[in-house]
């Protein structure tokens, strides 16, 4: 094992979005960087993970069938999921992003997006 290996940080990331391609693509360029990744298509089934494993970061849509990305954050909340949260969406608004950060998401990213930004 070389010593950049070493000195490599791995993050546990889970992925929630209801868009097949946009979530695969996340989860790849995350475990590309080297992140051990669980990619969600629902909130519902996120949920269901959280409750036996803990990551450091989620990364949810904001527009989702059922439970939307606003009420999944919220579940986190109440939950006391103590996970970094970011919120993606291509249907930004100030509202939802003040929203998202007021029940603790650390960032709003607005799709597309590159997976340099």
Aim: charged residues 25%.
């Amino acid at each position: 094992m070389t010593t950049a290996t070493l000195n490599r940080q791995v993050g546990r990331i889970m992925v929630v979005d209801d868009h097949d391609r946009a979530r695969e693509s996340m989860a790849d360029a995350l475990a590309f960087a080297g992140h051990e990744v669980r990619a969600c298509g629902s909130a519902a089934e996120a949920l269901h993970v959280l409750d036996s494993a803990e990551f450091d970061v989620i990364i949810t849509d904001l527009r989702m069938p059922g439970m939307g990305g606003l009420e999944f954050i919220r579940a986190l909340e109440e939950r006391k999921i103590e996970s970094q949260i970011a919120m993606v969406t291509a249907h930004a608004t100030v509202s939802a992003a003040v929203d998202a950060m007021r029940h603790g998401a650390f960032d709003f990213i607005e799709k597309p997006f590159t997976a340099g930004q």
